[in-house]
């Protein structure tokens, strides 16, 4: 069974940082491509970052040059560093992989980006 767990959401200021990690379970982690998505309240669902198996990194363009997507493959660990954060930012983050088809989701966690 795949599994997916967020954690390192929270309250920032404007301009600060926040890490979020994604623990995955179930999966042959390092074969598996990895991403976070984002949904802020009345807004569609948004793909921040993808990471590949071969650790090739693609990013949204509303927060491209501020996050960085990371993995770890020995501790089956995805991580999101967010730098300059904005207002804008205010979301639901959620981790995301697919195995065989089927889209798995992490249970979100929330990112507040307020002074």
Not at 14 to 43: D, N
Not at 72 to 101: F, R, W
Request: aromatic share 8%.
């Amino acid at each position: 069974q795949v599994r997916l767990v967020e954690s390192g959401g929270g309250l920032v200021q404007p301009g600060g940082s926040l890490r979020l990690s994604c623990a995955a379970s179930g999966i042959i982690f390092s074969a598996y491509a990895m991403r976070w998505y984002r949904q802020a309240p009345g807004k569609e669902r948004e793909l921040v970052a993808n990471i590949g198996a071969s650790g090739a990194t693609m990013y949204g363009s509303a927060v491209k040059g501020r996050f960085s997507i990371s993995r770890d493959n020995d501790k089956s660990l995805v991580s999101l560093q967010m730098n300059s954060l904005k207002p804008e930012d205010t979301a639901t983050y959620y981790c995301n992989t697919i195995s065989k088809g089927v889209p798995y989701w992490g249970q979100g966690i929330q990112v507040t980006v307020s002074s």
